[in-house]
C-alpha cells in the first residue's frame, strides 16, 4: 500500500501512484478502489485512473473537498495507506459503439481517461468533451486528447476553451448528428443529470458513472443505493455505471447533502490538528 510518487495536476488536486499488484493485475476500466487513511478514518470509494501490470502499480487523482481527502492529500511519497481494497464495481461495458460522445467535469476528468482509452482502442470514434470552473481545472488534457478524435474545452469563466458548461457543444453535436451509439459522462451530479435531461428526447444511449456515498464498497451496508427506473440499485456492486434516463437524480443529490454539516464539522477538527501540529 506504499505511496510510490505524489504529484500535484492541479489546484487542491493530488495524484498518486500506489503500490497495489494484485489489484492492478485485475482492475478494468470503470472500476474503483476502497481506501483508508489510518486505523480511525472512513473508507472512501476512488477510481482508479491508471494500472501498470509489470510495475504492480495503480493511480488515482483525488480533489481533496472533505476531511479525508485532506488527510489523504497530506500525505506524501514513501508513506502508506492503512488499507486498500479493489477493483470494486462493476467495469465499465467497452464495445464498439460507432461515434460516441464522453463528458467529465473537474475531477470526473481523471475517470474519463481509463474509459476513453478502452473506447477508443474497441474501434469507436471518440469526441471528448472536458469541463472546468477554470483553466486549472480542466486536467489530463494531453492524455485525453491521444485517445480522442475530436477534443472541446469548456470553462466556466472562459479561461480555456469555449465559454459555459458541456452541454452547449453537447447539444451543438447531437443537433449536427443524431448518429452516436453512446454518450458517457462522469462528473458533478448537476452535471451529470443535465446531459441526462439533454440527450434524453435524441433517444441516446446515455450512460452516468454515479458518486453515492459509499462505506464498504461490498452491497452490505446500503449508503450507496440510488433509485434507477424506479427499482433500488446499489452503486458499487451494481454500477457505477447506470442509465442516466433512468437515474432518480433529485433522490441521489438530496442523499448526497445529507452530511455537509458533519463533514464541515470534521474539516474544522482537521483545520485544528495541523494547527496544534504547526505551532
Known amino acids: ?7 500535484k495536476p492541479g489546484k ?12 492492478a493485475q485485475k482492475a478494468l476500466p470503470g472500476q474503483f478502489i476502497v481506501l483508508m487513511v489510518n486505523k480511525e478514518g472512513e473508507r472512501v470509494p476512488l477510481t482508479i485512473v491508471d494500472t501498470d501490470k509489470e510495475k504492480g502499480t495503480i493511480t488515482i487523482i483525488f480533489q481533496e473537498v472533505g476531511y479525508t481527502t485532506k488527510l489523504l492529500a497530506r500525505l506524501n511519497q514513501g508513506d502508506s495507506l492503512f488499507s486498500l481494497t479493489g477493483p470494486l464495481g462493476k467495469p465499465t ?3 464498439n459503439y460507432g461515434k460516441v460522445i464522453i463528458l467529465g467535469g473537474g475531477v470526473g476528468i481523471a475517470e474519463l481517461l481509463p474509459v476513453a482509452r ?4 474497441a474501434g469507436c470514434a471518440v469526441t471528448s468533451i472536458l469541463g472546468g470552473r477554470r483553466a486549472d481545472l480542466v486536467i489530463l488534457q494531453k492524455e485525453i486528447k491521444e485517445f480522442s478524435d475530436k477534443l472541446i474545452i469548456t470553462t466556466d ?8 458548461l458541456v452541454t452547449a457543444p453537447l447539444k451543438r453535436l447531437l443537433d449536427e448528428s443524431r448518429y452516436y451509439g453512446l454518450v458517457f459522462c462522469v462528473g458533478p451530479v448537476p452535471m451529470m443529470r443535465a446531459v441526462s435531461e439533454l440527450t434524453k428526447p435524441y433517444n441516446i444511449n446515455t450512460i452516468v458513472c454515479l458518486n453515492s456515498i459509499m462505506i464498504d464498497g461490498t452491497g452490505m451496508c446500503g449508503c ?4 434507477i427506473g424506479g427499482k433500488t440499485m446499489f452503486t458499487c456492486v451494481d ?19 445529507r452530511f455537509i454539516e458533519h463533514e464541515k464539522e ?13 505551532k
Open 1 to 7: 500500500m506504499k505511496i510510490l510518487s505524489k504529484e
Open 12 to 23: 487542491d488536486l493530488t495524484k498518486f501512484v500506489i503500490e497495489a499488484p494484485l489489484i
Open 93 to 95: 461495458e467497452i464495445k
Open 118 to 121: 478502452a473506447l477508443k482502442q
Open 157 to 164: 469563466d472562459g479561461s480555456l476553451g469555449e465559454k459555459g
Open 224 to 227: 450507496c443505493r440510488v433509485s
Open 239 to 257: 454500477g457505477p455505471d447506470f442509465n442516466g434516463h433512468e437515474v432518480d437524480f433529485k433522490e441521489l443529490m438530496n442523499r448526497q447533502s
Open 266 to 278: 470534521a474539516e474544522c477538527r482537521l483545520h485544528c490538528r495541523i494547527r496544534d501540529t504547526e
